[in-house]
């Protein structure tokens, strides 16, 4: 075994050096994460795009007929759990969105429902529904 003078091989070295970055860039994504992504959905405010604001005022603006449809149908979809992944992945966030439905639908912020709260995805499904119906949501909605 041919041994450095620090005890180790330069390539164990290297090994270690890549082992601790990687590390370090875990910390730094994790700490960054969208606001709600690691509280298990308690956040009712959306992250990602530093929308909050404007999700937060849409939301406040709709009406309480469209609130209660939103919690009603998040509740029957999901438990309102805006983290919620169903289908095996195929159905995300509060309103079990596809990925086809979150991207098209009107008033979205795009990327995935999950990095939002449940206020954003309700401001998205109202909108959804104002505009298709409520056809997203066959058994719920």
């Not at 298990?40 to 939301?59: E, I």
């Not at 079990?96 to 991207?103: M, V």
């Not at 979205?108 to 909108?127: H, K, L, M, S």
């Not at 959804?128 to 119906?133: A, I, M, N, S, V």
């Amino acid at each position: 075994m041919n041994l450095s003078v620090g005890g180790m091989a330069p390539k164990l070295k290297l090994i270690l050096v890549l082992v601790a970055a990687a590390a370090a860039l875990t910390v730094t994504l994790v700490s960054s994460a969208p606001a709600g992504a690691e509280s298990g959905g308690t956040s009712t405010t959306s992250g990602g795009s530093g929308d909050g604001g404007k999700y937060q005022h849409m939301w406040r603006r709709a009406s309480r007929h469209n609130k209660r449809w939103a919690r009603r149908t998040a509740e029957c979809e999901s438990g309102k759990n805006p983290d919620a992944i169903g289908g095996g992945g195929k159905y995300r966030g509060a309103f079990q969105f596809t990925r086809s439905t979150w991207h098209n639908a009107p008033k979205t912020p795009g990327g995935d429902p999950i990095d939002y709260g449940f206020r954003t995805q309700g401001v998205v499904a109202i909108a959804l529904k104002r505009h298709e119906g409520t056809s997203a949501w066959p058994n719920c909605g």
